[in-house]
Every structure is written in C-alpha cells, then in structure tokens.
C-alpha cells in the first residue's frame, strides 16, 4: 500500500523547501492536503511527481514547486477571498482553505467541477466550486483579494481584472514566443501591473489566447 503522507514530507523537503518557499502556511498546507485525493484515480501514484499532471485536453494539474511558488509571490492572508481559476479537482483550492483564506473554486468543465466538489467536500467543505466559464471568472461571488490562475495566459480577460479589488494580487503563468514565465500581478488605479518572478509553463487556458493579429 503506497505510503501517501511519507510521498508528501519527501516533494516538501525536495521540491517546495529548496525552491525559495518559506511561508509556514504554504509548507503546513501542502504537508497535509492529500494532492492524491484531488487527481483522477489511475494518476495517483503520479500525484507527487515534480511535473505538471495532465487532467484532460490542454488541462494540467501545476507541479507542486510552481504552484507553492505561485502561493508564495501571492502572500495570501487569512480571511482573504480568493478566486482559484482553472481549479481541475480542486488540489489548489484546498490547499489555499487550509491556508485560511476564503476560496471561490471555478471550473468549466462540469463533470471536473463534479470531481472537485466531491474532493473539496471531503477535505475543504468551506470552498465554493463554481461552474462556468474561466475567462468571466466568477461575478457574484467577486470581488477577490487574490487571484491564482492554474494554467498559462496570452492576456488577462477584462471580467477577471474587474473583479479584483484595488491593490489585489493575481498570480498567472505567461505563455509567450513558445516560453513560459510566471507573473505576479497588483491592481493600481484600475489596472493590473504584472512583474517577472520565475520561469514555467503549461497549456493555454480556453479565453486567455491573445487576439490574432492579420497583417496585410
């Protein structure tokens, strides 16, 4: 029988505590949220592999150091509302309650968000899983303190800087010229102001394409 929890002390102490993660939250959450509850059932034994986890078409599952590092540039506080886009099965949302934070879970597809709401039921029943589109984000639950997007963007979507309360946090991978960089984000005067943090990748989110540009 697979020892789950030894699996988690081990991609902590080798994959989240080398890579520059200090905050206690992050490394107390991700010791004991089950990341093999919150994948399909024939990828369980890969759940604690260094490397994105596929859920289906162009969907993943972030690596747990990209993800942990994500956490960490967005410094999320207790109490803070949260709004986890791409959610999949729910790992990160669960992960983010477990910090304390106040975690809106948004999936489009349904038979995931099912998933995810069963997981989360059982292990975060305090996360709201809602079902629609990731671009639109989720508008009755808004605004957000933080935003985590789990997959990489070509632009942010208006909906989603909308709903971003003045001097919020949004955390994204960036898929550019076939390469990948993770972004922090701080709304100022409206707008969302993205700075460099680390390099990653992952599949383009459906909504988050850059428009395509014609040239004559």
Same mark, same amino acid.
């Given at each position: ?16 505590? @080398?890579? $520059?993660?200090?905050?206690? @939250? %992050? ?11 919150? #994948?399909? @059932? ?17 969907? #993943?599952? +972030? ?20 709004? &986890? ?24 597809? @349904? ?30 639950? !808004?605004?957000? $303190? !933080? %935003?985590? %997007? ?9 909906? +989603? ?5 003045? $001097?919020?946090? %949004? ?7 076939? +390469? ?10 409206? &707008? #969302? &102001?993205?700075? $460099? ?20």
């Amino acid at each position: 029988m697979t020892d789950f929890a030894a699996r988690r002390r081990i991609m902590v102490d080798s994959q989240i505590r @080398p890579s $520059d993660v200090t905050r206690y @939250p %992050i490394i107390e959450a991700m010791l004991h949220v089950p990341r093999e509850a919150f #994948v399909p @059932p024939d990828r369980r034994e890969a759940a604690y592999l260094g490397e994105n986890l596929r859920l289906g078409p162009g969907r #993943v599952m +972030l690596e747990p150091r990209t993800f942990a590092k994500l956490l960490e540039a967005l410094a999320i506080e207790p109490g803070e509302r949260v709004l &986890h886009v791409g959610t999949g099965l729910g790992y990160g949302a669960a992960v983010m309650a477990r910090m304390g934070a106040r975690v809106t879970a948004l999936e489009d597809e @349904p038979e995931r968000a099912a998933a995810a709401r069963r997981a989360l039921g059982l292990h975060a029943p305090g996360v709201a899983v809602v079902t629609g589109s990731l671009a639109e984000g989720a508008p009755t639950a !808004a605004p957000f $303190d !933080a %935003i985590l %997007i789990e997959g990489a963007i070509q632009t942010l979507p208006a909906a +989603l800087e909308a709903q971003l309360v003045e $001097d919020g946090r %949004i955390a994204a991978l960036f898929a550019e010229n076939g +390469l990948g960089v993770a972004r922090i984000g701080r709304k100022e005067a409206g &707008h #969302v &102001h993205w700075r $460099d943090i680390f390099n990653a990748g992952a599949p383009v989110l459906p909504g988050f394409e850059a428009p395509r540009v014609f040239v004559f």
